[in-house]
């Protein structure tokens, strides 16, 4: 059960990587585990994801506060640095 | 039962239609123009989208699964895929009747990856039910809720874009269609079919009649829909080249009005717009199906109803498509080739 939902969550996040963006802004998605939703990193919101199916809607989007939006690992907020400098 | 005939009157509809501009505007892929979204709400809202939500929610639940407008609709549509020579590895379907697309695909346009797109949730979700249980092909299937108007794909990520019957409802067509396009691939195709202002004709002049008669006054009920000439335009505008449009007309009979209204609603093409009157009184209601029996219905009892149905297609621009030479380009005199072949 739980290699399926790490099954599903992987997949996810490849095909999201290959062709979803955020809505509003068009800048690229990051998947958060902690909290199963696709984040903007570029506006700060979050986008919920339900029964493996992402909402995109601008509508479902939540703002993020300020320290919750930075990214929690180190990885993460290296690869968005980079992003932000390129 | 609902009883549905469906008529076509096809070929000469098909023929008349059928037009094609080679031509193409230069369109500036900027950040500005990318995003419709400005920010304000005071553009103009035509359609409550939040409303039209809620009701493809309920249509979920409601809608048939062999829906026989929808099926002809979509598989008319995919038809098209057959006129190519072009393979479609991924292709996004936005909105409308996604199920439809979904089970005529059989294999058409040799789709590898589907990525799956409605506004409405529920539709997603019965769409990812029915493909889990039914699942005979070898497509991989992604399902993402959102909006056509703001679209979540990244540029140039798609072959190809299929929307059946799912646009005539955006606010803002001719950003959707753009964002449509910079999702395409270079040389990807924009499939779509919308529904056209001569649809619903008869239930347009009933409910007038009956407003008119009972109210004293009109609302729109119906809401306003592109016509052909404009589909042309949009095309064209949101920077498609190779442009073609072709009109069907579909003729559904049903028992009365009131089964076409139940039918709309599971379709989920019940009245959005933004200004509507939420108040129908029985009384007038009750005097549409009646002035839409009198006026319309044929010898066998039952009554017509119009689904004009505009089917577009357009192409990102790429070097190898054929295009009209720059003008004053040509190197041969008309004189010479009159000449050549003789008058």
């Not at chain 2, 409550?48 to 249509?59: G, T, V």
């Not at chain 2, 997603?124 to 056509?148: F, L, M, P, R």
């Not at chain 2, 798609?158 to 799912?166: E, M």
């Not at chain 2, 269609?177 to 999702?183: D, E, P, Y």
Request: aromatic content about 6%; proline content about 4%.
């Amino acid at each position: 059960m739980v290699r399926e939902v790490m099954q599903k969550a992987g997949s996810l996040a490849k095909s999201l990587s290959d062709v979803l963006v955020c809505p509003l802004s068009k800048h690229p998605l990051r998947y958060c585990e902690v909290s199963n939703s696709l984040i903007s990193d570029a506006i700060g919101v979050s986008f919920p994801i339900k029964n493996g199916i992402p909402f995109l809607v601008p509508r479902d989007g939540k703002i993020l506060e300020e320290d919750v939006s930075k990214p929690n690992n180190d990885t993460n907020s290296s690869a968005v640095n980079e992003e932000n400098q390129g | 039962m609902i009883k549905i005939v469906l008529i076509w009157i096809m070929p000469i509809q098909k023929m008349k239609g059928l037009w094609s501009v080679f031509r193409r505007r230069k369109q500036e892929t900027s950040f500005a123009q990318f995003s419709t979204y400005n920010g304000d709400d005071s553009r103009l809202q035509i359609f409550d989208r939040n409303l039209k939500h809620k009701q493809r929610d309920r249509a979920a639940w409601l809608m048939s699964s062999k829906d026989p407008l929808l099926h002809n609709v979509a598989d008319n549509l995919l038809d098209r895929l057959h006129d190519c020579k072009k393979d479609f590895p991924t292709a996004l379907c936005l909105g409308g009747s996604l199920q439809a697309i979904r089970r005529s695909l059989n294999g058409r346009g040799s789709i590898e990856k589907l990525i799956m797109m409605d506004a409405s949730s529920e539709m997603v979700q019965a769409c990812k039910n029915d493909a889990d249980v039914s699942s005979n092909d070898n497509i991989e299937s992604v399902y993402v809720v959102g909006d056509e108007e703001f679209l979540p794909i990244k540029e140039s990520s798609v072959d190809l874009v299929i929307s059946c019957l799912g646009l005539h409802w955006t606010n803002d067509l001719p950003g959707a269609m753009i964002q449509s396009r910079l999702a395409l691939k270079p040389d990807g195709l924009f499939l779509a079919a919308i529904l056209g202002g001569e649809t619903l004709k008869e239930l347009r002049i009933a409910c007038t009649m009956a407003q008119m008669e009972r109210e004293g006054g009109i609302s729109p009920r119906v809401s306003p829909l592109a016509q052909v000439r404009d589909a042309g335009n949009l095309l064209t505008r949101a920077g498609f080249t190779l442009p073609s449009v072709d009109v069907d007309e579909y003729i559904v009979k049903y028992e009365s009005a009131l089964e076409l209204i139940e039918h709309l609603r599971a379709m989920g093409e019940t009245n959005a717009l933004f200004q509507m009157n939420t108040v129908l009184k029985r009384d007038t209601a009750v005097a549409t199906a009646a002035i839409y029996d009198s006026l319309f219905a044929e010898e066998d009892g039952t009554v017509p109803a119009t689904f004009q149905v505009i089917y577009m297609t357009g192409w990102k621009e790429h070097p190898s498509q054929q295009k009209a030479k720059r003008r004053g380009s040509a190197t041969i005199s008309f004189n010479d080739i009159q000449k050549q072949f003789g008058s």
